[in-house]
Structure formats: structure tokens, C-alpha cells
């Protein structure tokens, strides 16, 4: 299992029945091939669709059926489509349980940064402004590292932010990670990896819970 896969797979045994959750692009959305057996959750994309299925196997995909970040998916039974600003309205109502976002960057404050580089070209933010702000709990799935080994936790986000104070919880291929008004509670880490290891990797402080577990991811 690599550490995409573990993330995925322990963000989904967070998810409850009845749920609604919405996906970002890239890393989140392998989340809906791991749900656990008998959890039941809608996953909408801010394209305008809800009833979000796993990814399509090989050579099965549709083309005509993506999400929000023009990725194949797959439609659940129920599944139904609708106008952009439906799609937002639901959003920015309070309708999402959860969001699940990637992140370039995020900081103790639980400040995101997740949508540009300055000096680089983007055709816009997304919907990630609108989800970090209406959905009920943001968890930032992500990487710990950079390529170049550079911590992507840090004490302050240097990069244009999302959302301020948004994130409530970080998960990693090296632990998860609550923002609470104290700090980053390290609360699980991965097998074979300890807490000294997972903070030398971040830049930002980091409280280690006394109830420190290892994050199991099935």
C-alpha cells in the first residue's frame, strides 16, 4: 500500500452513513473507492453532480462523466445532475458534511493554501473557497513532504490562502494531524513511524495527544 492508499483509505473509515462529502480533486477523490461495507455517503462535485461513484476501472471510463477537476468518474445509483449554482447553493447552505481538500500548504492556525503559485497561470480557484467556508469539518489529505523534502505543515502558509482558520484536521502518509486552538495535536501515526520522526518532518509544532495511536487504514 503507498501512502495515497493510506490516506484514503483511513479518511474513509471517517466518513458516516447518511453523510454528504464532497471530494476535491487529485488525492480525495480515491477516497470513494475505499468506503467501508455498509456506509452509505453522497459525494457531490461542484460541476453539478451528486451520487459521485468510485473512479471507473481501466478502459471503462466515460468520457462525458467527470468531476469538478475533468477527472473520470462513475455515477451511483440515484445520481442526479444539476446547474452550477445549484450546485454552490448547496454548498454555501451547509449541506456538506464534510470536505475533504489537497493542500499545498497548511499551518497551525489551520490557515489553506491550496489553489496557486504566484506566478504561475490558473483559470481560477474552484470551488475551495466556497467549501472550506459552508461545509461543516475540512480535512486536508495530503502528501507530508514536498518533492524537494519541504514541509508542507508549517508555522505560517507563505502562499496566497484559501480560507482562514478552516482546516480541522490533517492527515498524511505519516499520521493524523486535529488543528485545535492550542495547536497541531499529532494523534495517529503510521506503523513503524513515531512521533519525533513525524515532527522532524514538520515544520510547525507539533502536541503529541497522550492517547497517540497508529492509524490503521482498513
Known amino acids: 500500500m503507498n501512502g495515497k492508499e493510506r ?11 447518511g453523510f454528504y462529502v464532497n471530494l476535491g480533486i487529485g488525492l480525495p477523490t480515491m477516497i470513494a473507492g475505499y468506503l ?28 462525458d462523466l467527470v468531476n469538478a477537476g475533468k477527472q473520470p468518474v462513475t455515477e451511483l445509483p440515484g445520481c442526479s445532475y444539476f446547474a ?18 489537497g493542500a499545498m500548504q497548511v499551518d497551525e492556525r489551520g490557515n489553506l493554501a491550496n489553489w496557486t503559485i504566484p506566478g504561475k497561470m490558473v483559470k481560477g480557484m474552484g470551488g475551495a473557497m466556497d467549501l472550506v467556508a459552508g461545509a461543516r469539518r475540512v480535512i486536508v489529505a495530503m502528501e507530508h513532504q514536498t518533492k524537494d523534502g519541504g514541509s508542507r505543515i508549517l508555522k505560517a502558509c507563505t502562499l496566497p490562502l484559501t480560507g482562514t482558520r478552516v482546516v480541522h484536521d490533517i492527515v498524511t502518509e505519516l499520521g493524523w494531524i486535529r488543528v485545535t486552538p492550542e495547536g497541531l495535536v499529532l494523534t495517529e501515526v503510521a506503523e513503524g513511524i513515531d512521533a519525533a520522526e513525524v515532527q522532524a518532518r514538520t515544520e510547525a509544532r507539533l502536541i503529541v495527544s497522550p492517547d497517540l495511536r497508529v492509524m490503521t487504514a482498513s
Open 7 to 17: 490516506i484514503a483509505r483511513r479518511i474513509a473509515r471517517e466518513f458516516k452513513d
Open 36 to 63: 467501508p461495507a455498509g456506509i452509505d455517503v453522497v459525494f457531490q462535485s461542484e460541476n453539478g453532480m451528486l451520487g459521485v461513484g468510485a473512479p471507473p476501472m481501466e478502459g471503462k471510463a466515460d468520457p
Open 84 to 101: 452550477s449554482e445549484e450546485s454552490f447553493a448547496m454548498i454555501r447552505g451547509g449541506h456538506m458534511d464534510m470536505s475533504v481538500l
